[in-house]
């Protein structure tokens, strides 16, 4: 019965999910995300169609059914970074024009921003160009795992109820060791 679960979705009004360009810091996100029962997907950049019509469509009708959508993007601060949001904009545009999806609330980056490069003092990387301009870029991986996951929990928990997700999680809590009496 330890994989017994309860949809902590259910009482919310938001269903948010998380959209991270570097497969490599998903397990970090990850981490932070199970606490509050937030999906992870990996998109490995520019994310294939697929994963959109298929694999997060599925959960947020399952899951998000008739909640406000909110979508967290993590990604590079670089030429591919800066627009990886419009991307992610068009193809939830697209699912609801011709997928009848529900319209995401927000989409918002919360990672890496110009102001956190700020912030926390993160020097760029220089990549040339076609062997002429030299472009500063930052990457993702920069930002301390530490603050990382700071700025994933404090994303989150901006748009979920904790009360309600601690009284569910409670619940869930009471539900499994009543079917473990069961199970032994």
Request: proline share 4%.
């Amino acid at each position: 019965m330890n994989k017994y679960k309860l949809n902590t979705w259910k009482n919310q009004e938001n269903f948010v999910i998380i959209l991270v360009e570097k497969e490599a810091l998903a397990p970090i996100i990850w981490d932070i995300a199970k606490k509050y029962n937030v999906f992870v997907f990996p998109t490995k950049g520019f994310s294939s169609w697929s994963m959109f019509v298929q694999d997060i469509k599925a959960i947020v009708e399952y899951f998000g059914k008739e909640k406000k959508l909110v979508v967290l993007v993590l990604s590079d601060l670089d030429p591919s970074g800066k627009y990886i949001k419009e991307d992610y904009e068009n193809k939830f545009k697209f699912m609801v024009e011709e997928l009848n999806f529900q319209e995401p609330f927000i989409i918002e980056k919360i990672a890496i921003t110009e102001e956190q490069v700020e912030e926390y003092d993160i020097p760029p990387m220089k990549k040339t160009y076609r062997g002429r301009d030299t472009l500063k870029i930052w990457e993702l991986d920069a930002l301390d795992p530490k603050i990382l996951r700071r700025i994933v929990k404090e994303a989150i928990e901006k748009y979920i109820d904790l009360e309600q997700l601690q009284r569910d999680l409670e619940l869930e809590r009471r539900d499994r060791e009543f079917l473990f009496t069961f199970d032994t």
